[in-house]
Each structure stands twice: as C-alpha cells, then as structure tokens.
C-alpha cells in the first residue's frame, strides 16, 4: 500500500524561467539517453507505504475510491488526508472505538483483523505520514503536489 506525490514539472516555453523545471537523467556519471529529460511532465516520490494495514486500505477504498478495489491509483485530497488523519488521531485517543472508528478488513492478503499493537502502529505510522504531507500545504491551502493512493496484492 503506498501514497506517493507527483510533482508536475512539465516546461513550458511561455513560462518565465524562474518558474521552469530542468530535469536531467543520469545512469551513474552518464546522461541516460532513453529518456527526454524535455519531455519529462511528472516526477513521482513514495511518500508512504504500509504493510497489511487493512483498515488503512479499506477507509481508501471506501472514501477515495468509491468502493471499487482493483488495485487502481487514485488521486487523494487535501480533504481526505485530513479527515484520515483526525480519524487515526481519534482511534489513538479512543482505542475502544478502533472497531467502529477504522474497522479491520479481512482478505487473503490483507494480514491480521486483531486490534493490537500492529494495530495501533499503524495507525501511529499513517498519522506521521498524513502529518508530513499536510506539514507541506501552503498558506492558502494547496499542495505543490498531487498525491495518488494505490495497493497491489
């Protein structure tokens, strides 16, 4: 299970310079020539990865990916991560509510449905994730990036 940003950094000649990206690819010291670094519109970084967090997985397939679990890479709000990020901080001050909170899921590859400390690492892990991106949000409420969910079983 991952998050990762997409910085689009496509150049565009009627941009003023200071507002162009310059891409260069390298293999070793070497130009990586199967590549156009002219031609290059997003960089992509991983900005989070869980491991068998089911109930992390099951609130993105309910709440960014209408309910349609394909292993698809969806595209995740500012409003989503937020409201992930309260609900993690709620089950962490309420851990007798994790059930009803953030419910675990079961499946062949989606690990244990207990609520124990795995459990609650996660949950711990997902908060420092969410809190990093969000720590990135500008003063008048966007990103500089996108940020897309995707798992693969």
């Not at 290059?40 to 990865?49: A, F, H, L, N």
Request: charged share 30%; net charge negative; aromatic share 16%.
């Amino acid at each position: 299970m991952y998050l990762s940003k997409k910085h689009y950094v496509q150049k565009w000649n009627h941009q003023p310079k200071n507002e162009q990206f310059d891409v260069a690819v390298k293999k070793g010291d070497d130009d990586y020539n199967f590549i156009n670094p002219e031609k290059v519109k997003y960089i992509e970084e991983e900005i989070g990865y869980w491991r068998k967090a089911n109930h992390i997985h099951k609130w993105f397939v309910e709440n960014v990916q209408d309910g349609i679990d394909e292993c698809q890479e969806s595209h995740v709000g500012i409003g989503d991560l937020k409201s992930l990020l309260c609900l993690c901080k709620e089950v962490l001050e309420n851990r007798d509510k994790a059930s009803s909170l953030l419910p675990t899921q079961c499946g062949f590859f989606f690990g244990d449905t207990q609520y124990d400390e795995y459990y609650f690492g996660s949950i711990e892990h997902t908060v420092r994730i969410l809190e990093s991106i969000l720590n990135d949000v500008s003063e008048d409420g966007y990103l500089p990036y996108e940020v897309y969910y995707s798992s693969s079983w």
